[in-house]
């Protein structure tokens, strides 16, 4: 299985910036879609966007589009999603999920942006 931890998370104002990070361990990525999502305090959990780790096509929810881009280090087989003009609504616990020949999620991190 894969291993994902992801760490960033905080507290904002309107407008600000943060960027998530999500190490992964245990075994190549070279098959996996890697995204990120999302959930707010009694809603479910919504797709924010992903990359594809072989060609680093990006996907992204229409309510970030434009606001938010993920991107990725081979090196550091990490992944990143930079946040910005961050909304009050962007409020939730972000998660890492890798989506392959195994699917793995991250334990999670907070973003709170302020109004």
């Known amino acids: 299985q894969v291993q994902l931890v992801e760490s960033g998370g905080g507290l904002v104002q309107a407008g600000g910036s943060l960027r998530l990070s999500c190490a992964a361990s245990g075994r190549s990525l070279s098959s996996y879609l890697m995204g990120w999502y999302r959930q707010a305090p009694g809603k479910e959990r919504e797709f924010v966007g992903a990359?594809?780790?072989?060609?680093?096509?990006?996907y992204y929810a229409n309510s970030v589009k434009g606001r938010f881009t993920i991107s990725r280090d081979n090196a550091k087989n990490t992944v990143y999603l930079q946040m910005n003009s961050l909304k009050p609504e962007d409020t939730a616990i972000y998660y890492c999920n890798a989506a392959g020949p195994y699917n793995s999620w991250g334990q999670g991190t907070q973003v709170t942006v302020s109004s």
């Open positions: 990359i594809s780790w072989s060609d680093s096509s990006t």
